[in-house]
């Protein structure tokens, strides 16, 4: 069985073909382990609802990504655009960048990063940054 990314995407969601080139060039900067990764793009309330059901948090958020130790499944990721715009805005940096920052963040988590330090966070966020590198 070989790598497979599935992405469950509104085929209205204008967002769609940069969601799939960011996903085909984070996938071609990493080796993924065999199994599947499923990335959803949910509305603020069912985000809000994940968040407050499996971390307590009672806030949407932009990305959530549940890791597996599984041989068929490595992670469900979950991605709110809504979200994802206004912390764009928030942090005064283009929707485009945000959107695919996190969606590298999904992808490091996926392979086992972690940022619960801030030893740990700087190491994370250099990942993404080389999934995201030209």
């Given at each position: 069985?070989?790598p497979q990314?599935?992405?469950?995407?509104?085929?209205?969601?204008?967002e769609?073909?940069?969601?799939?080139?960011?996903?085909?060039?984070i996938?071609?900067?990493?080796?993924l382990?065999?199994?599947?990764?499923?990335?959803?793009?949910?509305?603020?309330?069912?985000?809000?609802?994940l968040?407050?059901?499996?971390?307590?948090k009672?806030a949407?958020?932009?990305?959530l990504t549940?890791?597996?130790?599984?041989a068929?499944?490595?992670?469900?990721?979950?991605?709110?655009?809504?979200?994802v715009k206004?912390n764009?805005?928030?942090?005064?940096v283009?929707?485009?960048?945000?959107?695919?920052?996190?969606?590298?963040?999904?992808?490091?988590?996926?392979?086992?990063?972690?940022?619960?330090?801030?030893?740990r966070?700087?190491?994370?966020?250099?990942?993404?940054?080389?999934?995201?590198?030209?």
């Amino acid at each position: 069985m070989s790598p497979q990314i599935s992405v469950n995407i509104d085929s209205g969601i204008p967002e769609k073909a940069f969601i799939n080139k960011t996903i085909r060039h984070i996938s071609r900067r990493i080796i993924l382990p065999e199994g599947e990764m499923s990335i959803t793009f949910v509305g603020t309330e069912k985000i809000h609802e994940l968040n407050r059901q499996y971390r307590t948090k009672n806030a949407p958020t932009d990305v959530l990504t549940f890791c597996f130790d599984d041989a068929l499944i490595l992670s469900d990721v979950y991605i709110c655009l809504e979200v994802v715009k206004s912390n764009a805005i928030e942090h005064e940096v283009p929707y485009d960048l945000e959107l695919s920052r996190v969606i590298a963040h999904a992808f490091a988590h996926t392979l086992g990063y972690e940022h619960d330090t801030d030893k740990r966070y700087a190491i994370m966020h250099d990942f993404e940054d080389f999934l995201l590198k030209e």
